[in-house]
């Protein structure tokens, strides 16, 4: 067996000619990341060998793409692949296919090259570690074939690495302590849906309760005291030797939105549970109290509420809510009751800040930062804060045939340069994002000039003086623009909220630990809000991202990690925690 030190210690040939295999007919590669040895970790080998490749020259990257045979094509027939593809192949049944599934992807990859150049590449174990079925290689080369071709060589890259890092993983035997299980278990829970097609778990279903007793039986069987709370968090305590020890909380939420991905939210119950499991397997205990929590809700998905579970926890939970609907007149009083929760007692979930070390949530980025720097993971600065606006605009409806252009008062028009507004300011400064993501002409017809157009503003920026300039002048813009075309406008704001700083003591931990997993530290913003941003309230907070595959999609039903991601977060987060120091 090839080990890790093996390779610090062979010379530069043999370093070579153990790893030519990585990377399809292209040496070149580990030649020039040999001099970064020694290497601390596989983690680090496999960031290294990504890096020569990064950063090699367009022809050298086209090459390496060129160098890989095509899925299912005329080298795998005739058997001229090298033992590796072979083997892949193989394991996803690609040797197996019908007549007419050969004839499918044989046009899939005769268009792939005539409208890119190069083949089509795909690790096809996928990012779980299971083999993709013909049937999903198939969607993911139509899928794919829609790309940019700039965007699509990006992605061959990536699936290259893919390919690269499971490779290593079969030459270097390694073995995972976290990856296959959260998987397994992200698997498990994912299934449980309230709809027919694609998860939806939203708050006090069935499915929520069912999803909830499984993590506490998760929790239970990793050496945890656990306990359900009258709102559904589903809390689980790691206890220290000294009782009276402060207790260090992690955990995210396990409600979804609808068609969701099962790795939102979840990764962050899921790896902890984990992590502790790996720790009481080895009788090692913390000096500190280790909570996990599995928030009940953060979507608000039911009852148009969020952040209800971390909320009650900080001791601001609004009771008010209560009182509130669902879309079928059910209330959230009735909903916790028939569950068999006592709102009674959901004061008493509060916690004492003076009792509380910090808070760190691990969290899937939910967007393409990470997935672009090839970085498994990265240490977040601050919680994006919020402001957003429903936009009402009055103009005069009118024959799309007899009106003049120069006579027209159209809400549309001023729509459409209300979103170009937005996009202009918010593209000024790196850390701020807006969006119109709903944009309506109610009861347009194609030959009426629109006289109403309702449309929605969202400004977001981890820097409330970036948001609050970017909202004066977009809003300012609108005014504006509604004068000069003669149409009304009504702003009313929905949400205010501000961002939520990282703690710096916390964010130098988790970046210490990243560093010493063999990868660069690497920071940046979440533009998404999440539990931690509640838990602000009642401690400092910190949030180790962790890599989205498929483009960095979320909120969706591709969304994805890798196995080997999750593997490098969960030995991550174990190293922060053994090497916490308390501020």
């Keep these: 067996m090839t080990t890790l030190s093996d390779l610090n210690s062979a010379d530069t040939a043999a370093f070579v000619d153990t790893l030519r295999g990585i990377y399809e007919h292209s040496p070149w590669i580990p030649e020039r990341a040999a001099a970064q040895r020694p290497f601390a970790s596989v983690t680090a080998l ?32 005739a058997g001229e692949l090298t033992q590796e593809s072979t083997q892949e192949q193989a394991k996803s049944g690609l040797n197996l296919c019908s007549a007419e599934e050969y004839a499918v992807l044989h046009k899939l990859n005769s268009d792939y090259n005539t409208k890119f150049g190069f083949p089509f590449i795909l690790a096809v174990k996928g990012p779980d570690g299971k083999g993709l079925t013909r049937q999903g290689i198939i969607d993911t080369f139509s899928r794919r074939f829609r790309h940019h071709p700039q965007a699509e060589m990006a992605e061959c890259l990536r699936q290259i690495h893919r390919i690269a890092e499971l490779r ?65 968090n589903v809390c689980g305590r790691y206890e220290a030797a000294d009782p009276a020890a402060k207790t260090l909380m992690t955990g995210s939420h396990y409600d979804t939105v609808r068609d969701a991905g099962k790795y939102d939210g979840r990764l962050g119950i899921l790896l902890p549970i984990a992590i502790v499991r790996h720790l009481h397997t080895r009788g090692e205990r913390l000096p500190f109290h280790l909570e996990a929590i599995g928030f009940a809700e953060e979507e608000g998905v039911r009852f148009r509420s969020t952040f209800l579970g971390s909320n009650a926890i900080t001791g601001r939970f609004d009771m008010a809510l209560l009182e509130r609907a669902d879309a079928i007149g059910i209330t959230m009083r009735e909903a916790l009751k028939a569950a068999g929760h006592r709102v009674a007692a959901i004061a008493d979930i509060a916690r004492r800040p003076e009792d509380i070390a910090a808070f760190v949530e691990i969290h899937i980025e939910q967007g393409p930062v990470l997935l672009e720097r090839g970085l498994a993971a990265g240490v977040v600065t601050a919680i994006a804060g919020s402001s957003r606006y429903l936009v009402e605009l009055t103009g005069l409806a009118g024959h799309a045939g007899t009106t003049p252009m120069a006579m027209r008062q159209d809400a549309a028009a001023a729509a459409a340069d209300i979103v170009l507004l937005v996009e202009q300011r918010c593209a000024q400064v790196p850390s701020l994002v807006g969006t119109v993501g709903q944009l309506e002409v109610p009861n347009g017809s194609v030959n009426v000039i629109p006289g109403h157009c309702r449309l929605s503003l969202d400004i977001r920026s981890g820097d409330d003086s970036v948001r609050l300039a970017a909202v004066r002048d977009i809003l300012g813009g609108i005014s504006a623009i509604c004068a000069r075309r003669h149409v009304d406008v009504v702003l009313e704001q929905i949400v205010s909220a501000s961002a939520a700083p990282c703690a710096p ?53 591709l969304e994805t990690i890798s196995l080997d991601d999750a593997e490098t977060a969960g030995h991550i987060m174990l190293d922060f925690l053994r090497s916490f120091v308390p501020s």
């Design 505 to 557: 003591w916390l964010m130098d931990q988790l970046g210490a630990a990243v560093s010493r997993r063999g990868l660069p530290r690497f920071d940046l913003a979440s533009g998404a809000g999440h539990d931690a941003m509640a838990m602000a309230a009642l401690t400092d907070i910190a949030m180790l991202f962790v890599r989205c595959g498929n483009g960095g999609i979320s909120h969706h039903r």
């Design 46 to 77: 496999k960031f290294a060998l990504q890096t020569v490749v990064d950063q090699a020259s367009m022809e050298e990257q086209l090459g390496l793409i060129r160098a890989h045979p095509e899925l299912a094509g005329k080298a795998a027939i």
């Design 168 to 232: 290593l993983n079969d030459l270097l035997q390694v073995t995972h302590d976290f990856g296959p299980l959260v998987m397994e278990w992200a698997d498990i829970i994912g299934a449980w849906s309230e709809a027919d097609d694609g998860l939806t778990c939203s708050y006090m279903t069935q499915v929520h309760q069912r999803t909830a007793g499984q993590l506490a039986a998760w929790m239970r069987e990793a050496g945890m005291e656990v306990q359900i709370d009258a709102v559904g």
